[in-house]
């Protein structure tokens, strides 16, 4: 199976790309945001749990986002591969994501870093926002975003380095263009 975490800020063009992959590659794709959020609607336990910590403002703890992300990789059946969106944020989550992955006989193949000067990531969050409406897409907000951004996950580079598994992508230029970047990474594993 081909897993990809795909990596980079807010704006950096993640979901996008992970669209294209999912269609190229008929791969599956695991947007942490929609598995809760689908999780909730759906009442099942883990999501009762999880809107528990959402409702208290609190983060969900490590080992029920595993738990939730093993849930829903393992009822993907006859995979081709998966694509870990906004997972993993930390050192500690990457290191639960491996050892979940290692107990299915499965690892990470890739992360792929999508990396995007700062004033290019202000423009286009400022730009989402005012097209779609979403209110965490205002400046205040995503120079917040990108402060815990630069220090609590930009430190995976590095771990996913160590790791060998790290593959640097420029995400700027034409979505056609970085896709094909990316596609020139995948095509070798």
Same mark, same amino acid.
């Given at each position: 199976?081909?897993?990809?975490?795909?990596?980079?800020?807010?704006?950096?063009?993640?979901?996008?790309?992970?669209?294209?992959?999912?269609?190229?590659?008929?791969?599956?794709?695991?947007?942490?945001?929609?598995?809760?959020?689908?999780?909730?609607?759906?009442?099942?336990?883990?999501?009762?749990?999880?809107?528990?910590?959402?409702?208290?403002?609190?983060?969900?703890?490590?080992?029920?986002?595993?738990?939730?992300?093993?849930?829903?990789?393992? &009822?993907?059946?006859?995979?081709? @591969?998966?694509?870990?969106?906004? !997972?993993?944020?930390?050192? #500690?989550?990457?290191?639960? /994501?491996?050892?979940?992955?290692?107990?299915?006989?499965?690892?990470?193949?890739?992360?792929?870093?999508?990396?995007?000067?700062?004033?290019?990531?202000?423009?286009?969050?400022?730009?989402?926002?005012?097209?779609?409406?979403?209110?965490?897409?205002?400046?205040?907000?995503?120079?917040?975003?990108?402060?815990?951004?630069?220090?609590?996950?930009?430190?995976?580079?590095?771990?996913?380095?160590?790791?060998?598994?790290? &593959?640097?992508?420029?995400?700027? @230029?034409?979505?056609?263009?970085? !896709?094909?970047?990316?596609? #020139?990474?995948?095509?070798? /594993?």
């Amino acid at each position: 199976m081909l897993n990809i975490v795909i990596f980079g800020a807010p704006g950096s063009g993640k979901g996008t790309q992970s669209a294209r992959l999912v269609e190229k590659y008929g791969l599956n794709h695991i947007s942490t945001g929609d598995v809760l959020r689908a999780e909730i609607k759906n009442g099942t336990e883990l999501g009762k749990t999880a809107k528990g910590y959402i409702d208290n403002g609190q983060l969900i703890p490590d080992a029920l986002m595993i738990d939730i992300l093993a849930s829903v990789f393992d &009822s993907f059946k006859d995979s081709k @591969g998966v694509i870990f969106d906004g !997972f993993p944020r930390t050192i #500690a989550q990457a290191e639960a /994501l491996k050892t979940m992955l290692a107990e299915r006989n499965q690892e990470v193949s890739v992360m792929l870093d999508l990396e995007v000067p700062e004033e290019e990531l202000m423009t286009r969050l400022i730009k989402r926002g005012q097209e779609s409406g979403r209110a965490d897409d205002n400046e205040e907000t995503i120079k917040k975003r990108l402060v815990v951004y630069h220090s609590q996950t930009a430190p995976l580079i590095d771990w996913y380095k160590k790791d060998g598994k790290y &593959s640097h992508i420029k995400g700027v @230029g034409t979505m056609d263009g970085i !896709f094909a970047d990316i596609c #020139a990474v995948i095509d070798k /594993l």
